[in-house]
């Protein structure tokens, strides 16, 4: 049976800064914590303490003995903490405002910034899949798995940060070497310069051959100055050189390149559409240029024929417009010339076609037309 129902003395402790006592009484009279509480301290500090129990707080008007508190059990005597509120502290502004200042943004993850190195030079930089043949870079060094790359391409998705490339002009396969070993789903550096051995992890700078598509490293291309490829002896020149996953200033002048050549190509084909122009318009009257009189006049003969070739195929398409204008006006469907007998023409027709704005009139019957008809 309860000890506390057979009124056996209910004894528990009170553990405290000045240490741990023990209390005594008689279960059969019943008192508060506040009691208990006064009868241990003055009152003026009674008022700055609180019990707990297994870190819970008790309040002062719980009766003893209490369900909840065991014999033997320790009670725990702690000091309230001064403050929340009147106290000139913080008023609930500054705190709402700090929170809404703390949950404003998100904080960034915390990223390895080697994890973060490692994954650029191995996987692919539009899908972050492994990099697995067969690769491509850009000409801004930037690699990618060929296959992601032509599918976006194709549909069209390619992001804002390639936007330079429109097509496989501006690929340049290339050939990754693996290490012997590794395999594709192994983790850490899996390729390597096949002729320094320096790892494809980032801490290397590699370039890519346009002209044969060789990775190599800048170390093996220093040291063994050639103007051909270290690995297939393909000649190159420095232009065809790229530099891989290159920093601000590197892609900045790869940028700057790419932009040249563009230029140039660009003033390569309106120079020679210009040339054909003047080729087409030249006669076979011009005897001091040196050119032949009948091969000329046929060019003339030719545009001109093409001139009136175009002309004919106009009047056609004019023709046969009018014709087909002419041709929907006698076959238009009228519903008013099909109306059965004994039906008014505008009444059965009205089924076929919308009515008119005029036609609507507001009165005191009808005061919600449909919008847009009033």
């Avoid at 390619?158 to 789903?185: A, C, Q, Y």
């Avoid at 040196?290 to 009136?308: A, E, H, I, P």
Wanted: with cysteine; charged share 30%; aromatic share 6%.
């Amino acid at each position: 049976m309860d000890p506390i129902s057979q009124n056996h003395p209910f004894q528990f402790f009170i553990r405290s800064q000045t240490g741990t006592q023990t209390i005594t009484f008689d279960p059969s009279k019943s008192v508060t914590l506040r009691y208990l509480k006064s009868s241990i301290l003055s009152e003026s500090h009674s008022l700055s303490f609180y019990f707990t129990l297994n870190g819970k707080p008790l309040s002062d008007s719980t009766p003893l003995p209490n369900p909840r508190i065991a014999p033997l059990s320790t009670l725990v005597l702690l000091p309230r903490i001064p403050g929340g509120g009147g106290d000139g502290g913080a008023t609930g502004a500054e705190s709402r405002d700090c929170y809404l200042n703390m949950y404003a943004e998100k904080k960034p993850d915390k990223v390895d910034p080697n994890e973060q190195r490692l994954s650029k030079w191995l996987n692919c930089a539009l899908s972050n899949e492994p990099l697995k043949e067969p690769c491509v870079i850009d000409k801004l060094g930037n690699i990618f798995n060929k296959e992601a790359l032509v599918e976006a391409l194709l549909v069209k998705k390619l992001p804002k940060e390639f936007g330079h490339i429109k097509g496989l002009k501006d690929m340049v396969n290339i050939k990754l070497s693996m290490i012997p070993g590794k395999e594709l789903d192994a983790d850490g550096a899996r390729f390597q310069c096949p002729i320094s051995g320096f790892e494809f992890n980032g801490k290397y700078k590699f370039f890519a051959l346009r002209t044969c598509g060789h990775v190599l490293s800048a170390k093996a291309l220093k040291e063994v100055k050639s103007s051909s490829c270290l690995v297939c002896h393909e000649d190159f020149a420095g232009s065809d050189m790229f530099l891989i996953n290159g920093n601000d200033e590197e892609v900045a002048a790869l940028r700057e390149r790419m932009e040249e050549e563009k230029a140039k190509i660009k003033d390569k084909k309106a120079a020679k559409k210009v040339k054909n122009n003047v080729e087409v318009g030249v006669n076979g009257k011009d005897e001091d240029a040196g050119l032949d009189s009948s091969r000329g006049t046929k060019r003339v003969l030719d545009v001109k024929n093409v001139k009136d070739l175009k002309e004919k195929q106009g009047n056609e398409k004019l023709e046969n417009a009018i014709n087909g204008a002419s041709n929907g006006a006698v076959k238009r469907f009228r519903a008013a010339d099909m109306a059965p007998p004994n039906a008014t023409k505008e009444v059965y027709a009205s089924i076929f076609t919308s009515s008119k704005k005029s036609d609507f009139k507001e009165t005191f019957t009808c005061r919600s037309l449909p919008l847009g008809r009033n």
